[in-house]
Every structure is written in structure tokens, then in C-alpha cells.
């Protein structure tokens, strides 16, 4: 079954330090991967995704994402972090098994502390 | 650009009534989705629409239907609200399946 993963319910990283946010993915065939932010009381945001080419993809906000292919996984990532980036952080592949659907991950809240 | 619309933005309704929740998207998008959000359960798919005039049930289509009468529009219909149904809806678009999903600002649904 194909699958997405977030294993972190909550990060806690202090302004100014870098962060990651983790997500491990199971599909088939080649993966789409998407990151997307939600603020309180907001929709979500479109962050970045990857298709195809570079490994490292660069995204809104200053986040950008890696791909590992080896480690099936797509961690997001910000080399400084703002009390402003403190959010809810959704994971999502696409499912080629359920009429390309996405897979949504269970979420990271991230609270970046002064 | 607008982008997506959704209204109302809140509603408290009674058990039993009915209502449509309004989706409406100027980006022309072949493909539109409804979306639950709970606590703890994340986001969960209840109907989708690759282009207009078609629709697909997702994870959770039990007492919701919807149609897709145009390229814009994307009702969501609860025909006998229950508890259970108390949620924040989403609808979003895409250019076309399995592409990154662009949302709207959510309907506050409880149901009482």
C-alpha cells in the first residue's frame, strides 16, 4: 500500500537554528512529493514539491526539500529559523493506485522558540 | 486573483437539515476536492472531480455528495446533518490530478 509518513508529532527548534521536518514515503513508480504549511485558523499553503531532476528543491519562504531516493524520503528544511515559520506542516505523495490522489501525512506542528 | 472561495465561512446547524457548502475557483483547474479536517485525523479526501462534469469518492463519502456542473464550481451537500459530520472543510484545485493542490480558506461546520 503505498504510504506517506511524518514521525514527528511536534519539533521545537530556537529561532535562528536550522530545522527539519521529516517525511518518509512507500509508493510505487516514480513519486510525486509535495510540502505544504498551515497557519491557524488558514488553509494550506503550497510550499514545494518535487517531479523530477534535482534532488534539492527550493520552495517559498526560504524552505526547501530533499530527496532521497535511497531512504525514500523527503525532509524539509530551513537553514535559519523564524518564530514566524512556527506552523503545521503537511507531507503528501501521490497515489498512482487511487486515481493519482494525494496521500496526505499526519502533520508536524513546528515551534520555533525566541 | 481570488483564487479559491469558500463560503460560509462558519455555520452551526441543526441534526437533520441539510446544507451546501460553496466552492468556487478562478484558475481554472480541471480538478477540484473536498477535504475534511479533524483533530488527529488529519485530512481526508471525501470527493474529488478530475474535470468538469465528472466527480469520485474519496476516503470518507458517506453523507456528503457533490457535482461539478462547470469548471469553477465544486458544491459539497450534507443531506441530514449528523454530529459526526462537525469538521473544518476544504476545498482545493489542481491544474490536473496528481498535481500540488491550491486551497481555500475553509468552511467551520458544527452540527448540533
Known amino acids: 500500500a503505498q504510504s506517506v509518513a511524518q514521525p514527528e508529532d511536534q519539533v521545537n527548534v530556537a529561532e535562528g537554528n536550522p530545522l527539519t521536518v521529516k517525511c518518509t514515503y512507500s509508493?510505487?513508480?516514480?513519486?510525486?512529493l509535495f510540502w505544504y504549511v498551515q497557519y491557524p485558523n488558514r488553509g494550506l499553503q503550497f510550499l514545494l514539491k518535487?517531479?523530477?531532476?534535482d534532488n534539492l528543491v527550493k520552495g517559498s519562504y526560504g524552505f526547501e526539500a530533499e530527496f532521497n531516493k535511497s531512504q525514500t524520503s523527503f525532509h524539509l528544511k530551513k537553514p535559519s529559523a523564524l518564530v514566524s515559520d512556527s506552523a503545521l506542516y503537511f507531507c503528501?505523495?501521490?497515489?498512482?493506485?487511487?486515481?493519482?490522489?494525494?496521500?496526505w501525512g499526519a502533520g508536524t506542528k513546528l515551534i520555533i522558540k525566541p | 486573483t481570488a483564487g479559491i472561495t469558500q463560503a460560509p465561512t462558519s455555520q452551526i446547524l441543526a441534526a437533520g437539515r441539510s446544507m451546501t457548502l460553496r466552492c468556487t475557483q478562478d484558475?481554472?483547474?480541471?480538478?477540484m476536492y473536498w477535504y475534511r479536517q479533524d483533530l488527529g485525523l488529519g485530512l481526508r479526501l471525501i470527493h474529488y472531480?478530475?474535470?468538469?462534469?465528472?466527480?469520485g469518492k474519496g476516503e470518507v463519502p458517506d453523507g456528503y455528495s457533490v457535482s461539478r456542473a462547470n469548471t469553477d464550481d465544486f458544491p459539497l451537500t450534507l443531506a441530514s446533518a449528523v454530529p459526526s459530520q462537525t469538521s473544518v472543510y476544504f476545498c482545493?484545485?489542481?491544474?490536473?490530478?496528481?498535481?500540488?493542490?491550491?486551497f481555500g480558506p475553509g468552511t467551520r461546520l458544527t452540527v448540533l
Open positions: 482545493a484545485s489542481s491544474h490536473s490530478r496528481g498535481l500540488e493542490q491550491f
Open positions: 472531480s478530475n474535470t468538469a462534469g465528472t466527480t
Open positions: 503528501a505523495v501521490r497515489d498512482m493506485d487511487s486515481n493519482y490522489q494525494l496521500i
Open positions: 518535487y517531479i523530477t531532476g
Open positions: 484558475m481554472r483547474h480541471n480538478a
Open positions: 509508493v510505487s513508480g516514480n513519486p510525486y
